[in-house]
T-cell receptor, first 114, second 113 residues
Framework: AQSVTQLGSHVSVSEGALVLLRCNYS??????LFWYVQYPNQGLQLLLKYTTGATLVKGINGFEAEFKKSETSFHLTKPSAHMSDAAEYFCAVSDSVSAGKSTFGDGTTLTVKP | EAGVAQSPRYKIIEKRQSVAFWCNPISGHATLYWYQQILGQGPKLLIQ????????DSQLPKDRFSAERLKGVDSTLKIQPAKLEDSAVYLC???????????FGQGTRLTVV
């Protein structure tokens, strides 16, 4: 069985500050890991994914995440927050057997203050 | 390319009524998913189709929920009868066979009163 824990249901940062959204996962097989963003009344949009290879992955809108197997973590970062980054962010895990079928965390709402 | 289309966007029904949601996946995507997203939670998989066959429906409440994907393209998800706790956003997603990520529609927000 797989699970995802997102630490902090709400994160608030000032515009221009570092964004750090935390995600820890549990998986009995090598995981595929994803970060999605959801704007109000919208579906989920993929920010980035880790499958194999380089553990630091870069995504859209300046976001990146690092897969740390020893820590079972896949934290999402962005060096400088923009007002348009305000949204809800979901971390998800799947495995190679059922790629595309993901288990999601409960989400972190990011607020960006001017 | 066109994204995943869902309709309706919003639906309000009374408990014990029935409701149906429709999804049209991205062209060429053989895999289709229905997720339920309750307010304050992440999406939870209800059912996965590969073409028109069910791959996984282990989390589908089969006493009231049903889904079909005729001809391996469009899909409908039905709830009959609805309960208050079914209030949620129902997301449809699709992916190419063997690919690692799914593409999501905008969802249908269901309110049961």
């Amino acid at each position: 069985a797989q699970s995802v824990t997102q630490l902090g249901s709400h994160v608030s940062v000032s515009e221009g500050a570092l964004v750090l959204l935390r995600c820890n996962y549990s998986s009995s097989v090598p995981p595929y890991l994803f970060w999605y963003v959801q704007y109000p009344n919208q579906g989920l949009q993929l920010l980035l994914k880790y499958t194999t290879g380089a553990t630091l992955v870069k995504g859209i809108n300046g976001f990146e995440a690092e897969f740390k197997k020893s820590e079972t973590s896949f934290h999402l970062t962005k060096p400088s927050a923009h007002m348009s980054d305000a949204a809800e962010y979901f971390c998800a895990v799947s495995d190679s057997v059922s790629a595309g079928k993901s288990t999601f965390g409960d989400g972190t709402t990011l607020t960006v203050k001017p | 390319e066109a994204g995943v289309a869902q309709s309706p966007r919003y639906k309000i029904i009374e408990k014990r009524q029935s409701v149906a949601f429709w999804c049209n996946p991205i062209s060429g995507h053989a895999t289709l998913y229905w997720y339920q997203q309750i307010l304050g939670q992440g999406p939870k998989l209800l059912i996965q189709f590969q073409n028109n066959g069910v791959v996984d429906d282990s989390q589908l409440p089969k006493d009231r929920f049903s889904a079909e994907r005729l001809k391996g393209v469009d899909s409908t998800l039905k709830i009959q009868p609805a309960k208050l706790e079914d209030s949620a956003v129902y997301l449809c997603a699709s992916s190419r066979t063997g690919r690692t990520e799914a593409f999501f529609g905008q969802g249908t927000r269901l309110t049961v009163v």
